[in-house]
């Protein structure tokens, strides 16, 4: 574990989609133990089914490449005439985690049979970009991402054990097995996409890697976080082998804690600082501090509104642009504030949204449109609106900033605009009148307007 710990560059403060912090994987090195051991009690066997499950409940893109993995291993066992027993009982313990985990999902398959364009429902793009070779998946977004120290150690080990007398290095069992799962995280293609890119050439790999077989899955490169595995006990055991060399130049007894010392420094400095890291491989710095985000509190007046028994509430802004792109940030905020009043909620973010979620979100957008309005109070039961002034246009100011210290002040009009501006001005002009006939205004606290919607006259 503390192998893994050092080796990945595990992003805690920055949200990268295939980083290894995507799922807990406390079970995983028990998995690979029990893995490589010939599995012959109904004890081991148990346990092992027992850690499969639990391991592949985080996540389908670990249970995958997981059962991938020990499956090949059963199948191989099950071939030899000494370890066929052991073979096919490991293949049993196999299909047993996997029709566990198959009914885990079943949820999840209802729901795609129910939505076939449920790759179109999601805020997040879903197109895969090529893989870059041979460089890409040790990108520090990938979850085969280590620090070149790593590499370099696991080099060194290598070498060591190449070098020494066979009676004299770490036996190569550690070894294969370590490697095996880096080759099943890279060389079977898990974390590879049906076509990717050697030095900008592109190849097709086509039906050759398991990306392919599998189209439902959104980020199918976070398979190879079992490469990762792999990758932690190569490292672990040249370390082992490297701190054997010092310890046959009778060397002092702190000298391998000082080498430990001097290899997890030199990780961290690359983790944190990217020092020495060749260019393809390059990350900027991490930050200084732990960002944090102010949490949303239960102090604002509104909520004693909110809180009293009602219909829906919609809170806008709730998308940005010309095309209503639903913000997740947005509606996570509007999902964080229901907490505390309970009532439902027509915004609403997760990794997918319902079909008619887009179309709702872009009627809010337009809103105080009559129309727009008449139709969410039809489709939904709209009752409240709650409106945040300060947050129309925010995100078009956030990205002319970003654009602005990358490239520098852009041509008029630029960023010289008042992004927003005509939404404030229009929910600001209904609240000064007290309302209008479809809309009156129940309260106001500071820049946020909650607004009831009627099917008469305000007043």
Not at 244 to 265: D, F, I, K
């Amino acid at each position: 574990m503390l192998a893994s710990f050092l080796t990945s560059r595990w992003v805690l403060w920055t949200w990268i989609p295939s980083a290894p912090h995507y799922a807990v994987l406390v079970y995983f090195p028990f998995v690979m133990l029990l893995g490589a051991m010939p599995t012959t009690g109904r004890g081991p066997a148990l346990l092992l089914l027992s850690l499969l499950v639990l391991q592949g409940l985080a996540t389908i893109y670990v249970a995958v490449p997981m059962l991938l993995g020990v499956g090949i291993i059963a199948t191989v066992r099950a071939l030899g005439p000494r370890s066929r027993r052991a073979g096919f009982r490991l293949i049993a313990v196999v299909l047993v985690a996997g029709l566990f985990l198959l009914a885990a999902d079943a949820g999840y398959l209802v729901v795609r049979a129910e939505n076939p364009s449920l790759a179109t429902q999601t805020p997040w793009n879903t197109s895969a970009d090529a893989v870059e070779l041979p460089w890409g998946p040790l990108r520090a977004d990938m979850p085969m991402g280590v620090p070149v120290v790593t590499l370099l150690l696991i080099t060194a080990g290598a070498v060591s054990v190449a070098w020494s007398r066979a009676g004299n290095r770490i036996p190569g069992a550690p070894w294969v097995h370590g490697a095996y799962w880096v080759i099943v995280g890279l060389g079977l293609g898990l974390s590879l996409t049906p076509t990717v890119r050697w030095f900008g050439t592109p190849i097709s790999l086509g039906p050759f890697v398991l990306s392919s077989w599998l189209p439902g899955l959104r980020r199918f490169d976070r398979m190879g976080v079992v490469g990762l595995m792999g990758l932690s006990v190569l490292a672990g055991i040249a370390f082992a082998e490297c701190a054997r060399r010092l310890g046959h130049r009778r060397l002092p007894s702190w000298a391998t804690v000082a080498l430990a010392g001097a290899v997890a420094a030199a990780m961290y400095a690359q983790y944190a600082r990217g020092v020495a890291m060749p260019g393809p491989l390059r990350v900027a710095s991490l930050p200084s501090s732990y960002p944090i985000e102010p949490a949303i509190a239960p102090t604002s007046p509104l909520l004693d509104v909110l809180r009293k028994p009602g219909g829906p509430l919609v809170e806008v802004p709730a998308t940005w642009g010309r095309l209503h792109h639903p913000v997740p940030a947005f509606n996570a905020s509007a999902m964080y504030r229901s907490i505390f009043h309970g009532r439902s909620l027509l915004n609403g973010y997760d990794g997918y949204w319902p079909a008619e979620f887009p179309g709702r979100m872009a009627l809010a957008a337009t809103l105080p449109d009559p129309g727009a309005l008449a139709q969410l109070r039809r489709e939904t039961g709209l009752e409240l609106i709650l409106a945040h002034l300060g947050q129309f246009g925010l995100v078009e100011r956030e990205v002319c900033e970003g654009l602005e210290q990358t490239y520098g002040p852009l041509p008029p009009p630029g960023c010289h605009q008042d992004f927003g501006g005509a939404e404030r001005e229009a929910w600001l002009g209904i609240a000064e009148r007290g309302g209008r006939d479809d809309l009156h205004l129940l309260a106001r606290d500071g820049e946020d307007l909650l607004f009831a919607v009627t099917s008469s006259p305000a007043g």
